[in-house]
Nanobody, 123 residues
Framework: QVHMVESGGGLVQPGGSLRISCAATGNIFSITAMAWYRQAPGQERELVASILSGSGRTRYQDSAKGRFTISRDNAKNTVYLQMNSLKPEDTAVYYC????????????????WGQGTQVTVSS
């Protein structure tokens, strides 16, 4: 079993910054990619940013470009999302996602989700 544990959410004023983290633990053989999604009340879950393990290639939602940075520490199986210039519309529950090859998945990647961390941008 693999667990994705997020941390670092909270309340921040508009224009402020916040960094959230997600650590993957368990019977991990390798992690192909990790990503951050978010879901605001009454809205569908949407991809915010993703990063590939091997190449480090990143992808961002348009609203996150230039403000958010996704990074990863492969040795710690941890992904980070640095969020700057936060806006009230960034308020949401942020979920960590991983495509993980476990020691028992036969080489196939399995999707895992974290429990979510609340980010609230308000004055």
């Amino acid at each position: 079993q693999v667990h994705m544990v997020e941390s670092g959410g909270g309340l921040v004023q508009p224009g402020g910054s916040l960094r959230i983290s997600c650590a993957a633990t368990g019977n991990i053989f390798s992690i192909t990619a990790m990503a951050w999604y978010r879901q605001a009340p009454g809205q569908e879950r949407e991809l915010v940013a993703s990063i590939l393990s091997g190449s480090g290639r990143t992808r961002y939602q348009d609203s996150a470009k230039g403000r958010f940075t996704i990074s990863r520490d492969n040795a710690k199986n941890t992904v980070y999302l640095q969020m700057n210039s936060l806006k009230p519309e960034d308020t949401a529950v942020y979920y960590c996602h991983g495509l993980v090859v476990t020691t028992t998945s036969g080489g196939y990647g399995v999707e895992y989700w974290g429990q979510g961390t609340q980010v609230t941008v308000s004055s």
